[in-house]
């Protein structure tokens, strides 16, 4: 009988391991799945926890390469919320927002370079956790501004690339205010 206890710990030990060892497990959850078609996976560390979306090429494939571009060249790392509208948007991706002096300025700036397309698609629409493109009047000018709607905002379908949608920690995004920092932004491969 004791053969079989010891036997039977080694697995456990080993399966407690790996839990352990997964993304997401410190924070008490597993990492999402993502949709059939989905791209790369954003991962968002914030002060208040961690929010990831996926994205979706296929219908946004420039706002897409760009995003993960930004974050692959560590662009987010160390941003500020600067915009967060109760029931309707949390906004960032402002370079401004490092710099607590300059918070009159923040959500104007951006990363230089414009998308120079307007990838606007029926099939995503603004859900709730929709990830889109934020940009002043001309869709085809966003940067590096985007924004997680807290609500359904149907009346900002047709207006704003959507590319992607929350699938873990709505819960964090809901708590995000402003001046909540970015500690980092990093890409992972859809499972």
């Keep these: 009988m004791i053969n079989t206890v010891r036997a039977f710990r080694l697995p456990v030990v080993l399966c407690a391991l790996t839990l352990l060892a997964s993304p997401g497990w410190a924070q008490g959850t597993a990492p999402a799945q993502t949709s059939p078609g989905a791209g790369p996976v954003i991962v968002v560390e914030t002060v208040k926890g961690t929010f990831e979306f996926e994205t979706y090429p296929n219908e946004a494939p420039k706002t897409v390469a760009r995003i993960v571009e930004l974050v692959n060249k560590r662009f987010y790392n160390g941003h500020r919320v600067h915009r967060v509208e109760p029931g309707f948007v949390v906004q960032v991706g402002d370079p401004a927002t490092r710099d607590m002096t300059r918070q009159d300025s923040w959500g104007r700036g951006g990363s230089g370079t414009p998308i120079g397309v307007a990838e606007i698609s029926k099939t995503r629409t603004h859900v709730r956790g929709a990830v889109a493109m934020a940009h002043a009047g001309d869709a085809s000018k966003a940067d590096s501004q985007w ?25 964090v995004v809901t708590k995000l205010a402003v001046t909540d920092r970015i500690i980092r932004v990093t ?3 859809a499972k």
Aim: glycine share 10%; charged share 25%; no cysteine.
């Design 147 to 171: 924004y997680v709607t807290l609500s359904p905002q149907a009346r900002l379908d047709g207006k704003y690339t959507v590319f992607g949608r929350v699938i873990s920690g709505m819960d």
């Design 187 to 189: 890409v992972r491969e």
